[in-house]
């Protein structure tokens, strides 16, 4: 009979992706069969599932550790946020339509059931299933109608075990506050705790532990100390931007333009981890670094409202200070669609604005059309002459002139464009620095040595590691107990 646990959170961000992908490859590395999964995820990093649709980037990675094709029944539900107040809805990989926060509130008990239908699939051939919360099930005033934490767990009756993230504070606060506010209900759910990204000597929080379990009767299932591994990792959502600092280690930089909408800019980690190179995060408010290398401009969910907003902070001017001082410049999808002539809206797929003048470094045009593409593909660049391998999740059709310089073939048919002297680029293409070849390659052009690293192999050894620090550290027999 197959097993379930799940992961909840004091709140965001406290690390429940990691966890879940390092248990993942952890039991996988065991022997035993396991599924992920993820009923209800926000984010505009998304990723092409294997049968076909999109999933949150966070499934895709615990499919990765669990060794299996990633699915779109391990997150039936997610959510891309398109402004300050609603978001497109993604139901079994396919886009049902947007909502804003009130409506979208309206929607979930009948989504419940698409949520109850895909975990039904996934537990079916597996030996456990671990799955992720979202945000915290302390936050009861979204109780009702719930798919993400209690409302999932009650229904398909999944015990829950409560995260804990001392690095921000608070711990057992949030730990005691949780239990206190939970309702009866909810709170036999709960099969204990553990604590993540602890720093120095875990015993020191003895005494914490068994503060926590005397209010509160959980027992705990560890302390995990801070993994460093876990930034080798793609990031689930933007909140991970926040953190990054602009640090300079003597590298060639790399300006990345940071939007509210920013998508997949998981496509960067590949460049982060290089030691030749300084990837700068600019942020609202901030400058282009003058002696930047290149800019990148990653993929966005709202092309037009983040072309104006780029335009608002003064973006564009520098950006053409950087190209006519011999810079190079690469936009990826919606970044791709940004550096055309104009960005058309017809039917008004993103918003109310139809249309807006691009920054005029391609000459395309784009024109956003209601069909999405979402496809994994094998490709190649004809610029650099090496394989690539990617995905594509987007809306829209670009063409213009600088199109007959194709910046990819995508399963053999032209992608994206290259200017006239070669030092400006756009694609469809994500994940194109993956590829070692073409990173070495690109970056070569910038005058960085790189040894052409494959990023997945990376990705693959700081699962490992991080599920050996888990071995280490938590009560994992404990936690197959728990699991029913």
Excluded at 357 to 367: A, H, N, Q, R
């Amino acid at each position: 009979m197959t097993r379930a646990i799940m992961f909840q959170g004091t709140g965001s961000d406290v690390g429940k992706t990691v966890l879940v992908a390092g248990l993942c490859r952890l039991l996988t590395n065991r022997g035993l069969s396991v599924r992920p999964f993820k009923p209800q995820n926000m984010s505009n990093n998304a990723a092409v599932a294997e049968d076909g649709g999109e999933i949150g980037r966070a499934q895709w990675l615990q499919a990765l550790a669990c060794r299996v094709p990633p699915s779109v029944d391990m997150n039936p539900v997610l959510l891309k946020p398109q402004s300050e107040t609603g978001s497109q809805v993604v139901v079994h990989g396919r886009v049902r339509g947007a909502a804003r926060g009130r409506d979208y509130q309206k929607l979930k008990p009948e989504l419940l059931g698409a949520v109850l239908e895909s975990y039904e699939r996934i537990r079916a051939g597996a030996d456990v299933v671990i799955a992720e919360g979202a945000g915290s099930p302390a936050e009861v005033n979204l109780r009702a109608g719930d798919i993400a934490n209690m409302g999932f767990a009650t229904a398909a009756d999944v015990p829950v075990i409560l995260v804990g993230d001392i690095d921000r504070g608070g711990v057992i606060a949030s730990l005691v506050g949780t239990h206190a506010i939970l309702p009866e209900t909810d709170r036999a759910m709960i099969a204990g705790f553990l604590i993540n990204k602890f720093r120095g000597d875990v015993s020191l929080f003895d005494d914490g532990l068994t503060a926590i379990t005397r209010h509160t009767g959980w027992r705990s299932f560890g302390v995990l100390p801070w993994l460093k591994q876990a930034g080798r990792l793609p990031a689930e959502d933007s909140v991970a931007l926040e953190r990054m600092a602009a640090i300079s280690g003597g590298g060639a930089k790399i300006a990345v333009p940071i939007l509210d909408r920013v998508a997949n800019f998981d496509d960067l980690d590949p460049l982060v981890g290089e030691p030749g190179v300084d990837v700068v995060m600019v942020r609202a408010g901030e400058r282009i670094p003058a002696d930047a290398a290149a800019i990148v401009i990653p993929g966005s969910k709202s092309t037009i409202a983040d072309l104006i907003r780029f335009r608002e902070n003064g973006w564009h001017r520098e950006i053409s200070a950087h190209v006519a001082r011999g810079g190079q410049v690469v936009g990826v999808c919606g970044g791709y669609q940004m550096l055309g002539k104009q960005v058309r809206d017809p039917l008004g797929i993103e918003g109310d604005i139809r249309e807006t003048e691009g920054l005029g470094l391609l000459d395309v045009v784009t024109e956003m059309a209601p069909e999405k593409r979402v496809e994994t593909v094998s490709a190649r660049s004809p610029v650099f002459g090496v394989d690539l391998t990617g995905y594509e999740i987007h809306l829209g059709v670009t063409a213009g002139p600088d199109c007959a310089r194709p910046a990819a073939l995508i399963d053999g048919k032209p992608d994206g464009a290259v200017s006239a002297d070669g030092r400006i680029f756009g694609t469809y293409l994500h994940g194109l620095f993956d590829s070692g070849a073409f990173r070495a390659a690109w970056l070569d052009s910038l005058g960085v040595v790189s040894d052409g690293g494959d990023h997945r192999s990376r990705v693959e050894a700081a699962l490992d590691e991080i599920a050996g620090e888990m071995e280490r550290h938590l009560d994992v027999e404990a936690i197959l107990q728990a699991a029913r």
